[in-house]
């Protein structure tokens, strides 16, 4: 079973930055795209940032030159560093990653639970 667990939410004033992190366990061959989704009260999901395996970075136009996105691929991590925050960032976001369990194999799109991210004004 594959899982991704995400951290590093919280509290924050704007202006202020937070670093999420997100790990993938479980039995895994490959690794495609990572990334990380929010959700806002009352809003749909919306794509924050994903990176490739290679590296190729894609962000949302609200977040760019404020966030990035990096990824560790011999710890299965990725990383979302969040500079600027202000309180239309306040939302619960999530981790997702397309992983291939095993050669042969499609790949899947897995999810995390999500972490909170308040920013106060």
């Known amino acids: 079973q594959v899982q991704l667990v995400e951290s590093g939410g919280g509290l924050v004033q704007a202006g202020g930055s937070l670093r999420l992190s997100c790990a993938a366990s479980?039995?895994?061959?490959?690794?495609?795209?990572m990334g990380w989704h929010r959700q806002a009260p009352g809003k749909q999901r919306e794509l924050v940032a994903s990176?490739?395996?290679?590296?190729?970075?894609n962000f949302a136009n609200s977040v760019l030159g404020r966030f990035t996105i990096s990824r560790d691929n011999a710890k299965s991590t990725v990383y979302l560093q969040m500079n600027s925050l202000k309180p239309e960032d306040t939302a619960v976001y999530y981790c997702?990653?397309?992983?291939?369990?095993?050669?042969?194999?499609?790949?899947?799109?897995?999810w995390g639970k999500g972490t909170l991210v308040t920013v106060s004004s």
């Open positions: 997702n990653a397309n992983i291939r369990r095993r050669f042969g194999m499609p790949a899947m799109d897995y």
């Open positions: 479980g039995s895994m061959f490959s690794i495609n795209d």
């Open positions: 990176i490739s395996s290679g590296g190729s970075t």
